[in-house]
């Protein structure tokens, strides 16, 4: 992060209320670029909207007049469309230099994984609230279903978490198993041979978790594409425009157990997520595909995929750390959520009632604005919620500790609380 022009401007110090957020480094003025985060780790765009959302730069097909984009990855198959558009040929070849092999040709494409998700992939409308219920473990093969079963009433530890992670990795040790116990995950109803059933919600974050793992892989890989070419449009190996790497990732803050504490049925979609991108890795890889070298991209998402760690590293983090990828025309009420991406550096601000930042999404990259005028030492902090004058402590309140697992400690809300303690929102290096 340091390496970054823009942070220059400000550091990441530990605070007395909430853990490590950002401090100006010097005066800065209105409307000045602190952050500019060139492009997610990791991202994804939901399902509903990926006709008419540009795959590389994001672009919604509606705020330019058209009802969906057209530009498509030919896959030399008329009857196979692939599960993703572009807005441009430019942004197409941009995101071919991006996501394609640069290796050799027997390695596993992006597109040959993501075709086997789609055609393994089956769902229901209203299958989120349906498959979410704890009655849906109706029979027991795995010894993972039974101990699931006993969670869903609530009681998650830290250790009966681990267990369940644990006979995870034990039923998915072979594709086969992994398959059959996904289907005795999902609902009985659906089980099929088909098919394995996911939510909406599991499959966009399965898409996300497998951007993840080609993005560290193909930072790892020595034929990745030179960042000087291409620096400019947010190429994933460009550290220096601020993606980060995976041990930036690491860095960020775990809400694991918070998380699925506060709604025990995630665990089962997370190792359900686990579960089917492992199978999917596996299963376009397997016997009927092309041989796969360690060393080949293939190689290198198996491996990722051999226990749960690299998963459960970004699923720990997905929560807490992301932003929301919205249509550019972000002060329409009727704005559309159309994805979610993890902007790494961007994780870094607090949240706070009368946010000193705002930030703005060009393309693939999100950009940090001071509001005002902000003196050295002051804390640089966006909101994550509603804060207009109309939203009550009462109403901000209920939104950050249900969704957010936190009392938020900003002044303002310290102020209608009935008392207002400045030293609370110092970092705990400035405190005398
Ligand atoms: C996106 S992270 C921000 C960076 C984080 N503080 C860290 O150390 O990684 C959001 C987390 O920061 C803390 N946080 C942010 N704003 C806060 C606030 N106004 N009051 C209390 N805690 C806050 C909460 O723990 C929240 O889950």
Same mark, same amino acid.
């Given at each position: 992060m340091s390496d970054s022009p823009e942070c220059s401007l400000f550091e990441v110090l530990p605070t007395v209320y909430g853990g490590r957020s950002t401090f100006a480094k010097q005066d800065i003025t209105k409307g000045t670029l602190v952050l500019k985060c060139a492009a997610p780790y990791s991202? =994804?765009?939901?399902? %509903?909207?990926? %006709?008419?959302?540009?795959?590389?730069?994001?672009?919604?097909?509606?705020?330019?007049?058209k009802r969906k984009w057209d530009t498509k990855f030919d896959t030399g198959n008329k009857n196979s469309a692939p599960p993703i558009v572009f807005c441009t040929d430019d942004c197409l070849n941009t995101w071919e230099r991006n996501y394609q092999d640069p290796g050799t040709a027997k390695a596993?494409?992006?597109?040959?994984?993501?075709?086997?998700?789609? %055609? /393994?992939?089956?769902?229901?409308?209203?299958?989120?609230?349906?498959?979410? @219920?704890?009655?849906?473990? /109706?029979?027991?093969?795995? @010894?993972?279903?039974?101990?699931?079963?006993?969670?869903?009433?609530?009681? =998650? /530890?830290?250790?009966?978490?681990? $267990?369940?992670?644990?006979?995870? $990795?034990?039923?998915?040790? %072979?594709?086969?198993?992994?398959?059959?116990?996904? !289907?005795?995950?999902? !609902? *009985?109803? =659906?089980?099929?041979?088909?098919?394995?059933?996911? /939510? $909406?919600?599991?499959?966009? *974050?399965?898409?996300?978790?497998? +951007?993840?793992?080609?993005?560290?892989?193909?930072?790892?890989?020595?034929?990745?594409?030179?960042?000087?070419?291409?620096?400019?449009?947010?190429?994933r190996n460009d550290s220096a425009f601020n993606i980060g790497s995976?041990?930036?990732?690491?860095?960020?803050?775990?809400?694991?157990? +918070?998380?699925?504490?506060?709604?025990?049925?995630?665990?089962?979609s997370f190792i359900r997520v686990y579960g089917f991108v492992k199978y999917i890795i596996s299963s376009t890889s397997g016997p009927s595909g092309p041989p796969i070298e360690a060393s080949s991209l293939g190689g290198v998402l198996l491996g990722l995929v051999s226990n749960s760690n690299v998963v459960r590293d970004i699923l720990a983090r997905d929560h807490s750390n992301v932003f929301g990828i919205w249509e550019q025309a972000e002060d329409d009420v009727d704005c559309e959520m159309l994805g979610w991406g993890m902007f790494v550096f961007g994780a870094y601000f607090n949240h706070d009632c009368e946010p000193t930042i705002v930030k703005k999404r060009e393309g693939r990259s999100l950009m940090f604005y001071t509001m005002r005028d902000v003196a050295a030492g002051e804390e640089l902090c966006t909101s994550y919620i509603d804060v207009s004058a109309e939203s009550t402590l009462e109403k901000r309140n209920a939104e950050l500790e249900g969704e957010w697992f936190f009392t938020c400690q900003c002044e303002r809300c310290q102020r209608e609380r009935g008392g207002v303690d400045k030293a609370v929102k110092k970092s705990e290096t400035s405190l005398p």
């Amino acid at each position: 992060m340091s390496d970054s022009p823009e942070c220059s401007l400000f550091e990441v110090l530990p605070t007395v209320y909430g853990g490590r957020s950002t401090f100006a480094k010097q005066d800065i003025t209105k409307g000045t670029l602190v952050l500019k985060c060139a492009a997610p780790y990791s991202s =994804v765009i939901l399902r %509903k909207f990926r %006709k008419e959302v540009c795959g590389w730069c994001f672009s919604y097909s509606f705020e330019h007049g058209k009802r969906k984009w057209d530009t498509k990855f030919d896959t030399g198959n008329k009857n196979s469309a692939p599960p993703i558009v572009f807005c441009t040929d430019d942004c197409l070849n941009t995101w071919e230099r991006n996501y394609q092999d640069p290796g050799t040709a027997k390695a596993l494409s992006w597109l040959q994984i993501h075709s086997n998700f789609e %055609k /393994t992939v089956t769902q229901e409308t209203a299958g989120l609230a349906k498959s979410t @219920n704890a009655s849906r473990f /109706t029979t027991f093969s795995t @010894n993972l279903s039974l101990h699931l079963q006993t969670l869903s009433g609530g009681d =998650v /530890t830290k250790e009966n978490m681990e $267990e369940a992670w644990r006979l995870a $990795e034990e039923t998915f040790s %072979k594709p086969k198993t992994i398959l059959s116990a996904l !289907r005795e995950l999902g !609902r *009985s109803s =659906v089980s099929s041979d088909n098919g394995v059933f996911l /939510t $909406e919600f599991e499959a966009d *974050s399965a898409r996300f978790i497998l +951007d993840g793992l080609f993005t560290r892989t193909f930072q790892a890989m020595p034929s990745a594409p030179s960042s000087s070419e291409t620096s400019s449009s947010g190429d994933r190996n460009d550290s220096a425009f601020n993606i980060g790497s995976w041990n930036d990732l690491l860095e960020l803050q775990v809400l694991e157990l +918070d998380n699925i504490r506060s709604r025990p049925s995630l665990l089962a979609s997370f190792i359900r997520v686990y579960g089917f991108v492992k199978y999917i890795i596996s299963s376009t890889s397997g016997p009927s595909g092309p041989p796969i070298e360690a060393s080949s991209l293939g190689g290198v998402l198996l491996g990722l995929v051999s226990n749960s760690n690299v998963v459960r590293d970004i699923l720990a983090r997905d929560h807490s750390n992301v932003f929301g990828i919205w249509e550019q025309a972000e002060d329409d009420v009727d704005c559309e959520m159309l994805g979610w991406g993890m902007f790494v550096f961007g994780a870094y601000f607090n949240h706070d009632c009368e946010p000193t930042i705002v930030k703005k999404r060009e393309g693939r990259s999100l950009m940090f604005y001071t509001m005002r005028d902000v003196a050295a030492g002051e804390e640089l902090c966006t909101s994550y919620i509603d804060v207009s004058a109309e939203s009550t402590l009462e109403k901000r309140n209920a939104e950050l500790e249900g969704e957010w697992f936190f009392t938020c400690q900003c002044e303002r809300c310290q102020r209608e609380r009935g008392g207002v303690d400045k030293a609370v929102k110092k970092s705990e290096t400035s405190l005398p």
